[in-house]
């Protein structure tokens, strides 16, 4: 295979590890740089730290000599391409750009003439050519556009989304000037099946902006109707499947817990930050859709605790079981997980919570919960099973044969009496379900 260059991905996260992967298959020679010297020595040895990259994958990179990991910013010596995946997550309410400075100074002294350097991080419209430009060139003393490539391509990964990858997701890139969006592009059109050219690397960020407004607002919206259909007495995923079926004019969005994830809670494009910057208005829906999605755990929690009410059961003292602790379907990230929020709310109201996820690592979980392993004791043992994250490693048949009584966030089961109604446990004296199992979705 011919070789493309040397590339270097700040850092080896969620987004920065499948890209480093990506592009080591096609041909790049990749330096991963990652502060954290933990996490370096793990990829070292063939240990991922991410779901989308299996340990194969990583195996194969290393012992092709394509992909290096590094923990020093002197592995980026001479390189080609920079590609910054850093976090950006605000913390307490300002922007998290700390870590985008700091892989701008990193990179600087290795910057070379000819060279291009691309920001992939979620943040605010204007970072590429205010901050993240501006701190190349201080430290480099080459001006971006005459000197050097720059330029903004957001990214979309899913993860967990086993159809849409890097490979085949259409990429949206820019460039400051002309000749760096033809750089940014050729290097995105040795990664991804198409790229999608925007004018600038404002309008890039805008776009990130757009997709995740979008996903916001529609999930707030199905949130809120979930909880007025609930007052009504009205099925809300009957209604918006049968709303589904208009073939024009609809998107099918379902309720859940709440948001999670890198974007959709916290964002430094979004309020309240954008609002000081220049925008001249609130952004008021996204601010209520942020809200409405917020309340989520809080609403949950409520249906819990009324379901065991029904049951006469308080929430102090009695055994709740989650299924899932991660924000998402078939991954193990609990990065700002409304999960983690409904167990913390349900252990302060004194319920003995456990959790079970096949997905999570329980050293990345700082909750007041046991993470078991989901088996029918567990199930049998629990006065209500709340269901977080339809899991496909969830065993569907088991948890509707043994749980006693279920709250579905996800309508993962068919809601109503449970079946069958009578059974043993193999190893048991007594029925361990009784007729009255129930399952009520959100
Ligand atoms: N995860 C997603 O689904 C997703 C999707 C789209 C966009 N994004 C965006 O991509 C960016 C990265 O998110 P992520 O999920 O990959 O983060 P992550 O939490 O998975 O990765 C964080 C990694 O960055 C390293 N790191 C932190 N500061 C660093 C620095 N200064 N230099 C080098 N390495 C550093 C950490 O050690 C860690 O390994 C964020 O802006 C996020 O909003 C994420």
Redesign the pocket.
């Known amino acids: 295979m011919e070789e493309l260059g040397k590339l270097v991905v700040?850092?080896?996260?969620?987004?920065?590890l499948p890209l480093s992967m990506r592009a080591a298959e096609v041909g790049w020679r990749v330096v991963g740089?990652?502060?954290?010297e933990h996490?370096v020595a793990r990829l070292a040895t063939g240990e991922s730290c991410?779901d989308d990259v299996s340990d194969d994958q990583l195996r194969d990179a290393l012992d092709g000599g394509r992909y290096r990991p590094t923990a020093s910013y002197t592995g980026a010596e001479g390189f080609d391409v920079a590609v910054v995946?850093?976090?950006?997550?605000p913390r307490e309410g300002t922007p998290g750009l700390t870590?985008v400075t700091?892989?701008a100074r990193?990179l600087a002294p290795y910057l070379r003439a000819g060279a291009t350097v691309i920001l992939?991080?979620?943040?605010y419209p204007g970072t590429t050519e205010e901050l993240f430009g501006p701190t190349l060139e201080a430290g480099s003393r080459l001006v971006a556009g005459r000197d050097f490539r720059l330029g903004y391509s957001p990214?979309?990964?899913?993860?967990g989304n086993r159809t849409w990858r890097l490979a085949n997701t259409p990429k949206v890139v820019s460039g400051v000037d002309r000749a760096s969006l033809a750089a940014v592009q050729g290097f995105f059109d040795t990664i991804a099946a198409r790229t999608v050219p925007v004018s600038s690397t404002r309008a890039a960020e805008f776009a990130k902006l757009v997709e995740g407004a979008f996903r916001q607002v529609n999930i707030a919206l199905v949130n809120e109707l979930a909880m007025v259909a609930g007052e009504l007495g009205v099925d809300v995923w009957e209604a918006i499947d049968a709303a589904a079926t208009k073939p024009y004019g609809f998107m099918r969005f379902t309720p859940g817990p709440g948001v999670g994830?890198?974007?959709l809670p916290l964002?430094p494009s979004g309020p309240p930050w954008q609002t000081g910057r220049g925008a001249g208005r609130s952004p008021r829906f996204l601010e209520l859709a942020r809200d409405i999605n917020d309340q989520m755990p809080e609403y949950v929690v409520r249906r819990a605790g009324q379901l065991l009410n029904d049951r006469g059961r308080p929430v102090r003292g009695s055994r709740v079981l989650l299924l899932g602790l991660s924000y998402k379907k078939n991954t193990g990230?609990v990065?700002e997980s409304p999960a983690v929020r409904i167990a913390t709310l349900l252990a302060r109201l004194g319920a003995d919570v456990r959790a079970a996820d096949p997905h999570v690592d329980p050293a990345q979980v700082c909750a007041p919960v046991r993470l078991v392993e989901l088996d029918e004791a567990e199930l049998a043992a629990a006065d209500l099973v709340v269901v977080l994250v339809d899991h496909d490693l969830f065993p569907r048949g088991l948890v509707s044969r043994f749980a006693r009584a279920v709250l579905d966030t996800r309508r993962w089961l068919p809601p109503g009496p449970a079946v069958p109604a009578q059974r043993r446990a193999p190893d048991a004296e007594s029925l361990i379900v009784p007729a009255s199992a129930w399952v009520e979705s959100l």
């Open positions: 700040i850092d080896q996260g969620h987004v920065g740089l990652d502060v954290d996490r991410v995946t850093v976090p950006t997550s870590a700091e892989a990193g992939e991080s979620t943040t990214e979309r990964l899913d993860p994830g890198h974007w964002d990230d990065g």
